[in-house]
């Protein structure tokens, strides 16, 4: 069976492709793009031609653009271009080279399909897209694979290139380089190279130019063999995330932005290590922070890893997973007349009732304090180490940081916690008790109410 018999077959278990729809090629000008773009003309589908000038290699890149401007009238398609300052994205945005070009590229692509794109006349792409197309073949996934395999991953590494992934859509990774290089032969299909190919400072080229060549020496079939391991390997994938998805739903809770496991559980677990590595990773944690986590659980309380995002606590019997605390330096001034003031953790909410026959709510969410003893303007902020208060029934002082470890309170639940301050004496710490010293009296004749909701 021939390439395009193949293609026509292949596209068959992908029924969200259409004839009538019109798909997005993304189109470099080289071999592999140059055969997707013929096959999806002779089957018949529709399509517009999409073109990245990245501006990195002078005329050349010039040369490329011309040659897929060229292949509208070849193919009588719409031909749509984009050129990008790459290196000043990078610069700007501190990736490489190489990371730049992507990220521009699909977002490009994603306002093509979004239809949010003018092209170079200023209309609106004719028809609306549907999916966006690239290139990317065997080979490629071969090489994705081996270097996912090399500097370390999970078994989603392992699956390589996705043939979907929302709205990408890759259809030929089922064919071979050789096999797309002998179709434009055959089909004498002009194309052009681009000469960073040919480079080996690139890890993918590399692994294309030499790595692999050299493992074709020892193991004439490694390629077949691989692309068999890749199916086989995605196939054990699902069964291994049915897995951890039971294992997830048994251990987390979520509580706020906040999540919570508790140690006993999750010691128990088996394997413990893949476990613990799958529910980390999407908080900004690697796999070889796995031992740092793992040793979290026999540490005492207070003991955390962090990631560039996240940490993980020991609090007594839990693991506790919090975003990391932006450090707030607002002091915040409250009058006398203001009614409702936001804040970091929340909303506070001031009234002023009459202390006749009032009853002292029985909640830490709500102060009642002897308007009397307040002076304006008070002052709302963190607390910080060598705060202390006169705890409500305490006739001594006591320092926030002992009064925290009475209460029990975990790591991220102290970072979290305000106080309300007049005249450098703290009034309220809020959420938890207020100071004895401006607590109501049978003698309080107006009482200021403070409800703070989260």
Not at 213 to 222: A, C, E, G, Q
Not at 250 to 278: A, D, M
Request: glycine share 4%; with cysteine; aromatic share 10%.
């Amino acid at each position: 069976m021939n390439l395009q018999k193949k293609f026509i077959q292949h596209l068959k278990q992908f029924s969200f492709i259409q004839r009538a729809q019109k798909q997005l090629l993304a189109v470099s000008g080289g071999v592999d793009s140059i055969v997707l773009c013929d096959l999806m003309f002779a089957a018949e589908y529709d399509f517009v031609i999409a073109h990245c000038n990245f501006q990195l290699r002078g005329a050349e890149s010039e040369r490329d653009e011309q040659f897929v401007r060229s292949l509208g009238e070849r193919y009588n398609k719409e031909v749509l271009v984009r050129r990008f300052d790459t290196e000043k994205y990078a610069a700007e945005n501190k990736v490489s080279i190489q990371v730049a070009a992507r990220e521009l590229r699909y977002q490009w692509f994603k306002e093509v399909v979004n239809e949010q794109l003018l092209s170079n006349s200023d209309q609106l792409t004719t028809h609306k897209i549907h999916y966006i197309l690239t290139a990317h073949h065997a080979n490629d996934n071969i090489e994705t694979v081996l270097m996912n395999f090399f500097k370390g991953t999970g078994i989603a590494g392992l699956h390589g290139i996705l043939p979907v992934h929302g709205k990408l859509f890759r259809p030929l990774l089922f064919v071979k380089k050789d096999e797309l290089s002998a179709y434009a032969n055959e089909n004498n299909l002009a194309f052009v190279e681009d000469s960073s190919n040919l480079s080996d400072k690139y890890t993918r080229n590399f692994f294309r130019h030499n790595f692999i060549p050299f493992l074709k020496n020892l193991y004439p079939n490694v390629e077949d063999n691989l692309l068999n391991n890749i199916q086989r390997l995605t196939e054990t994938e699902e069964l291994y995330m049915q897995s951890i998805n039971q294992h997830k739903k048994k251990l987390l809770e979520y509580r706020g932005n906040e999540v919570h496991i508790p140690v006993l559980k999750l010691q128990k677990t088996s394997p413990l290590s893949s476990v613990i590595f799958e529910i980390i990773k999407d908080f900004g944690f690697n796999a070889a922070m796995v031992p740092e986590v793992v040793g979290l659980l026999a540490s005492e309380t207070g003991k955390y890893v962090a990631s560039s995002s996240h940490r993980i606590i020991k609090n007594r019997n839990w693991l506790i997973i919090s975003p990391v605390q932006v450090t707030e330096a607002t002091n915040i001034l409250i009058e006398e007349k203001d009614k409702k003031v936001t804040f970091g953790a929340g909303e506070l909410s001031f009234e002023q009732t009459d202390g006749a026959g009032f009853k002292i709510p029985a909640v830490n969410t709500i102060a009642a304090l002897d308007f009397a003893a307040i002076t304006f303007p008070l002052l709302l902020r963190k607390w910080k180490q060598g705060d202390y208060f006169y705890p409500l029934g305490m006739k001594k002082k006591k320092k926030l940081s002992k009064f925290f470890i009475d209460q029990k309170l975990s790591k991220t639940d102290k970072e979290n916690t305000w106080i309300l301050e007049m005249n450098t004496k703290i009034i309220w710490v809020i959420g938890n008790r207020i100071d004895d010293r401006f607590k109501v009296q049978p003698t309080t004749k107006q009482v200021l109410k403070i409800s703070f909701q989260k």
